[in-house]
Nanobody, 122 residues
Framework: QLQLVESGGGLVQPGGSLRLSCAAS????????IGWFRQAPGKEREGVSC????????NYADSMKGRFTISRDNANNTVYLQMNSLKPEDTAVYYC???????????????WGQGTQVTVSS
């Protein structure tokens, strides 16, 4: 059974940093594109970033460009989301998801983690 587990969330002050991890079990990540999404209270889920199976292709939502960096360590079956210069509006539950095509373009994310809470507040 495919399973994704997010970790690394927490409470951070504005301007601070967090690194989220998305670890896979039951399958190897190296053939999958991995996306990060977030959902804030009362808002729809939005895409944050995606990385292709080889790691050579990445994309970001406009509001995250220059602040967030997605990366993957296929040897450790983990994808990371480094978040810098965090703002209160980044507060949300962050989820990772896997797409078996390996491509972020037109990805269909069929396996999802349970999410990790990120709270940015002073």
């Amino acid at each position: 059974q495919l399973q994704l587990v997010e970790s690394g969330g927490g409470l951070v002050q504005p301007g601070g940093s967090l690194r989220l991890s998305c670890a896979a079990s039951g399958f190897t990540l190296d053939h999958y594109a991995i996306g990060w999404f977030r959902q804030a209270p009362g808002k729809e889920r939005e895409g944050v970033s995606c990385i292709g199976s080889s790691g050579g292709s990445t994309n970001y939502a406009d509001s995250m460009k220059g602040r967030f960096t997605i990366s993957r360590d296929n040897a450790n079956n983990t994808v990371y989301l480094q978040m810098n210069s965090l703002k209160p509006e980044d507060t949300a539950v962050y989820y990772c998801a896997a797409d078996s095509s390996g491509l972020c373009v037109q990805a269909v994310f069929s396996s999802w983690g349970q999410g990790t809470q990120v709270t940015v507040s002073s």
